[in-house]
C-alpha cells in the first residue's frame, strides 16, 4: 500500500521587513496624515497621486545600499521586456511627472504626496521594506527662498503630526559644502564618483555609529552586530581626519559661529563658498519663532546621491525607553533637500527643486515610544441578535444608528448572550444594544454603557452588589434609541 504523501502547508507569516497592522494603529496613521496633509494645503501644495511601479530606468542610480541585490529596489520584468520597480520613494516619480507634463504645469510646481514606498534593504527595529512616506516639494523655485520656507514647513509639519516643539530639531546642511570638502580632499575628480559616495553615506551614518564607526567606513571597512561586513571608502588617515572634522564643526545653539567654522573650512572653495552662502540666507529667513526648531547642522548628509544643495533632516530629541526599559535612539523621522537635477535627467535641462518627506511610520513608533502609546481605537455600537427571526428588526436599529452618524453593527455570530458580549468587549465596543422578548412587549431596548459597566467593575466586590445596582444599564423606549445611545457615547468623550 502506498505511503500517503503528506499535504503541503504554507507556514502563515508575514515576509520578513513587512509588517500586518490592523485598527488603532491604521486610524492613528490616518488622523496623523490628516494633520500632516492640512499643513502642506495650507503652505499652497496640492494633492498628487502616482503608480506604485515606475519603469527602473526612471528611477536612476541614486539609490543607498548599491551593494545588495536589485540596487535597493523591487523589481519586475514587464511583458513587453522592460523593467520595472516598486517606487524607492515619491521622489522620483514626481520628477517623471513633472518632465512628462512640464508645459502644461505652472512654475513653480507646489505638491504633496502620501504613500507606501518599496526598498530592498536590511530590515532592523522600526526599520521596514514598506512604509508610508508623506511628501511636499517644490519644482521651479531656486535657492535659497524656497528652502527657507520649507525648513519652516518642515517643522510646522513634525509639530501639527503631534511632536512637541521643544522635542525635535530640523537639521539643515548643504551639499555643496560636502563638495568643498571633496575638493580640499582631492576627490573631486573621482572617476565614476564611488568613493565620493561611498564617502557621504559613511558620513551620513555618524549620528548613529558615531565618530568610531564612521572612520571604519571612510577606512577599511565595518562589520555590524549582526556580522555582516561593510567595504570601505579606503580614505588615508589624513583625509579621514578632516571627514570627522568638518562632522563635529557644529556648534551647538549658535548657527553663527557654525556658519564661521565651515567657512574656515571649505570657504576657499567655490562650492564650499556658495553653500556657506546658502546657509547663511535660510537662517536669516527662518522666523525668530521658529529658530529653535531649526539648525545648521554640518552632520547631516542625506544618503541618496540626487541632493545638490541645501539638504534637512528632522530629528527626535527626546529620550524613550522599550518595552524592556531600556534607552532607545530615535533618530531622524524624514529628510529632504534640493535635488535640481533630477528633472533634468527627463528634461535636459536643469529644473530647480526643492522637497521633504516624513516617514509617518517612524513617526508613530517613536511617539508610541514616548508613553504616548496608541489608544485602543473606540469600537463599533453592537446591537445583539439575540432572536434568529428578528434579524430584520436589529439591522433596522444598526441603520438608525449609522443613519444618525453613530458606528454600529449587528452581531452575525448566533444567539448566545454571553459570546455576544464577549464579542462586543473584543471589538472594544463602548455600547451594547440589547432587546429580546420582554423589551420588545413593552416597546423598549436596553443600553449596555459597557465602558462605563467596566469601570466600575473594578469597584464592585459581589455578585449581589452588582445585581442591585447597574447604572451602566438602562431602558428606553424604542424610539428614542438614537438619541440614547447618543447621549451616552457624548458621555465617554
Known sequence: MAKKQKQF????RAPRGFQDRFGAEIAAEREMLARISAVYESFGFDPLETPAFEYTDALGKFLPDVDRPNAGVFSLQDDDDQWMSLRYDLTAPLARYVAEHYDALPKPFRR??????????????????????????????????????????????????????????????????????????????????????????????????????????????????????????????????????FLTSTVEGDDGATLQRLSDIVGATQSGAAGVQELVAIADQVPAAMRGAVAIDC????????????????DLTFEAKDDKGRPVRLGSVGGGGRYDG?????????????????????????????????????GPVVVLALEKDRMADYQAM?????????????????????????????????????????????????????????ALSKDIEDNRAWREDQPAQFSVKRDALVQAVKETLARER
Open 299 to 314: 552632520s547631516i548628509i542625506r544618503g541618496l546621491e540626487y541632493y545638490t544643495g541645501p539638504v534637512f533632516e528632522a
Open 9 to 12: 502547508r504554507p507556514k502563515a
Open 398 to 454: 444598526a441603520a438608525e444608528l449609522r443613519a444618525a452618524g453613530v458606528r454600529a453593527e449587528v452581531y452575525l455570530g448566533g444567539s448566545n448572550f454571553a459570546k455576544q458580549l464577549k464579542y462586543a468587549d473584543k471589538r472594544a465596543a463602548p455600547v451594547a444594544i440589547i432587546q429580546g422578548s420582554d423589551e420588545r412587549e413593552k416597546g423598549e431596548v436596553t443600553i449596555k454603557d459597557l465602558v462605563l459597566g467596566a
Open 112 to 245: 504633496y504626496a502620501v504613500g507606501p514606498v518599496w526598498r530592498n534593504e536590511k530590515p532592523g527595529p522600526g526599520r521596514f521594506r514598506q512604509f508610508t512616506q508623506c511628501d511636499a516639494d517644490t519644482v521651479g523655485a531656486p535657492a535659497p527662498d524656497a528652502d527657507a520656507e520649507m525648513c519652516v514647513l518642515f517643522a510646522q509639519v513634525i509639530e501639527a503630526a503631534g511632536v512637541d516643539r521643544d522635542d525635535f530639531l530640523i537639521r539643515v546642511s548643504n551639499r555643496k559644502i560636502v563638495d568643498g570638502l571633496f575638493e580640499r580632499l582631492a576627490l573631486a575628480d573621482d572617476e565614476g564618483g564611488e568613493t565620493r559616495l561611498t564617502v557621504m553615506r559613511s558620513m551620513d551614518k555618524f549620528d548613529r555609529l558615531g565618530e568610531a564607526g564612521v572612520r571604519l567606513l571612510l577606512g577599511p571597512g565595518r562589520k555590524d552586530e549582526s556580522g555582516d561586513f561593510t567595504d570601505g571608502a579606503g580614505l588615508a588617515d589624513a583625509q579621514i581626519d578632516a571627514v570627522v572634522g
Open 342 to 378: 533630477l528633472v533634468k535627467r527627463f528634461k535636459g535641462v536643469e529644473v530647480p527643486a526643492v522637497g521633504i518627506s516624513v516617514g509617518v511610520s517612524r513617526l508613530l513608533a517613536a511617539l508610541a515610544l514616548k508613553d504616548r502609546a496608541i489608544e485602543t481605537a473606540r
